[in-house]
């Protein structure tokens, strides 16, 4: 094994890891979901999304299309695991809505068939590597640019705001670390299905960062004045009488 080998698989473990908390960040919003029995207003459509990514991804990697990507087939078949029993738990609380249900099972099952049919084709009717991994490689980085949806709605909202409140600053840092880890790994032997769509996500989580150290102060600031003016409101339900008077006390 050579020295590129080497780093080039120590860096694809570290992307390994900082990719698996970042599938498994979610999993406070299903504690809660299983706590309360309910789904309430969460979308499954992240979830169902990010399964797709993972499935292709998971084909990308195999022997047959991209020999020597192992470590994307290992972390992309966690994620597949991790994603259908987040698809499960909402299959499970989604109440008594059958619409919601079904639409979820139909959903599911379009994704299914189309990566059965994409192995299909790839597997069968490209005969070889090449052929196997630019197909199966575009199909990849369309999936991830229309991931990017998600982040660039998010960055919307703290412009607009000047918060960043809704924008988590460890979330951020992971998907940079988990987006140079990765863009490094694609890089030392080069590809460009890898390299492309993680150099894109790089590029988003630095401007999050840049976003996050401009609005900090100012997301500081308005939550201090949106406690000050909690703090301010009179509670009219403590009256305190004293000398004959009536005063209000604020809470």
């Not at 990719?19 to 919003?29: C, Q």
């Not at 979830?47 to 299309?65: E, R």
Request: charged share 15%.
């Amino acid at each position: 094994m050579t020295a590129a080998d080497i780093a080039r698989t120590a860096v694809g473990i570290l992307g390994n890891v900082i990719s698996a908390f970042l599938f498994l960040s979610p999993v406070p919003t299903f504690v809660r979901i299983c706590k309360k029995g309910s789904v309430e207003q969460y979308s499954p459509v992240p979830y169902l999304a990010t399964l797709a990514n993972c499935m292709v991804w998971t084909l990308y990697g195999l022997p047959m299309v991209r020999p020597n990507s192992l470590l994307v087939v290992t972390i992309n078949g966690a994620g597949c695991v991790i994603e259908i029993i987040y698809v499960l738990l909402f299959l499970m609380y989604s109440d008594r809505r059958k619409r919601q249900r079904l639409k979820l099972l139909l959903f599911l099952l379009l994704e299914l068939i189309f990566v059965a049919l994409l192995s299909f084709f790839a597997l069968t009717l490209l005969h070889t590597h090449k052929k196997r991994s630019a197909v199966v490689g575009t199909v990849c980085i369309l999936g991830n640019i229309m991931m990017y949806a998600s982040p660039l709605s998010v960055m919307k909202l703290v412009i607009t705001t000047k918060s960043v409140e809704y924008m988590p600053f460890f979330l951020s840092l992971a998907s940079f670390g988990n987006g140079v880890a990765w863009t490094t790994y694609a890089l030392i032997r080069f590809d460009p299905f890898i390299t492309i769509p993680n150099g894109l996500g790089t590029l988003f989580s630095v401007a999050q960062l840049i976003l996050y150290a401009t609005y900090y102060k100012s997301t500081k600031r308005q939550m201090a004045e949106r406690k000050g003016k909690s703090q301010g409101d009179v509670n009219l339900s403590e009256v305190v009488v004293g000398n004959g008077t009536l005063t209000a006390t604020a809470k």
